[in-house]
Structures are given as C-alpha cells and as structure tokens.
C-alpha cells in the first residue's frame, strides 16, 4: 500500500487561511469517509484534528476543518496561527483492511 | 486518560522484543488499540489493530507474520511482540486509541484521538 499524497510544505501569513492535500485512490479516500488528520510537533506524538473526513474531536479549534472530494481529501486551517506551525498527516482505511498514511505535509507560518 | 509504551531497546537484526503499553483513565477494553511507528525524520506509518477484546486483528504487510499485537484486558495492557526484526524496523513506536469507544458507537473508525509518547526500537548490529 503506497503512501497518500500530500504537498511537502504548505505556508502561510498569519491570519490566512492555507488548505493542505492529500491524494489516494479509490481503494482508500475515494471509498471510505475513514479519513482522518493529525498535527505534529517536533518531538511530540501526533494530534488528532479531524476524523470521518470532517468531524473534530472536542477540544481542537474551528479554525481547522476537513472535506473530501473524490479521492482527495482536504484540510483547511483558516486563521492561521503560530502555533499551527507543525507538521500534518492524513491517513485513510483501505480496502485491504489496512490504514495508510500521508507523506506528510510541513507547514510554515511566515 | 493515558497511554505509556515501554520496552524499546537495541536490539541485533535477527532479534526480538516486546513492547508494552499501559492504559490509565478510560475502560481500556471498550476500545480498539494500534500501533503506529515513525522511522527518525520520516513519516507515520500504521503497524497494527486488536480489537477490544483481543479477538481480531491486522497488520501491515511489512511486519505480517513477524510481529504479533495482543491485548490483557484484565492487565489494561496492550503489546506488540516483534520477531526477526529488521534496520527497516527502527523507529518511534506509539501505541494508540480508536476514537470510538464500542459501548456508544459499536464501530472503529481507525482514528487515534489518544497517543502514547513513543519507546524507541534500534535495530542495528
């Protein structure tokens, strides 16, 4: 199972809204809304964002949300922040039982 | 709610080790348990699933028929015993939860929503 498909960085000003990719095929994002979203910091475990293509967990800011079209699906964060300063990864069920990840998206606040 | 992983080592290529993960602050055996790993400056890559009561699981083809994840209920343990390890396999490895507690919603959804802080498994000679 290949990795999902993201941008290797993405960034923006504080204040903007940046939308990060990620690419599958129809064996995993284009047939489940099993599509989920972490933040990462350097050193830290991950951080769930969104699960189910666009549910947040309680706790995680607004300002982040997820879609799907396709067999891409989507992360925005509008209001950027310093402190979204991280790394991102998607992830999806497939359709041999098995979850892959993202490649991986860095995201820098300018 | 808290998730420890212990057991990471180093270890030769050939070698085995078992890894722990200790739950606290929920009923561990309403949810569904992973692991997932990260090799030093690379991405997160899903090793395994159980089931809450131990009785399915999955496995990446990478580690299929090598590694062996298990779960003690009544211990609020989860393990992951690793055989014939390889270079390939050194990396962070994280033991986390399904988002889903079966009682609510009787599904997984393979979303992780708690992490542990990761033990760290060398395999080099």
């Known amino acids: 199972q290949s990795a999902l498909t993201q941008p290797a960085s993405v960034s923006g000003s504080p204040g903007q809204s940046i939308t990060i990719s990620c690419t599958g095929t129809?064996?995993?994002?284009?047939?489940?809304?099993?599509v989920s979203w972490y933040q990462q910091h350097p050193g830290k475990a991950p951080k769930l964002m969104i699960y189910?293509?666009?549910n947040r967990p309680s706790g995680v800011s607004n300002r982040f949300s997820g879609s799907k079209s396709g067999n891409t699906a989507s992360l925005t964060i509008s209001g950027l922040q310093a402190e979204d300063e991280a790394d991102y990864y998607c992830s999806s069920y497939t359709s041999s039982s098995t979850l892959v990840f993202g490649t991986g998206t860095k995201v820098t606040v300018l | 709610v808290q998730l420890v992983e212990s057991g990471g080592d180093l270890v030769q290529p050939g070698g085995s080790l078992r890894l722990s993960c200790a739950a606290s602050g929920f009923t561990f055996s309403n949810y569904w348990m992973y692991w997932v790993r990260q090799a030093p400056g690379k991405g997160l890559v899903w090793v395994s699933r159980?089931?809450?009561?131990?009785?399915?699981?999955g496995y990446a083809d990478s580690v299929k028929g090598r590694f062996t994840i298990s779960r003690d209920n009544a211990k609020n343990t989860l393990y992951l015993q690793m055989n014939s390890l390889r270079g390939e396999d050194t990396a962070v490895y994280y033991c986390a939860r399904d988002v889903s507690n079966i009682v609510v919603v009787p599904a997984a959804t393979d979303a992780f929503d708690v992490w542990g802080q990761g033990t760290m498994v060398t395999v080099s000679s």
């Open positions: 189910d293509v666009s």
């Open positions: 159980i089931n809450s009561d131990g009785s399915a699981t």
């Open positions: 129809s064996s995993d994002v284009g047939r489940y809304n099993y």
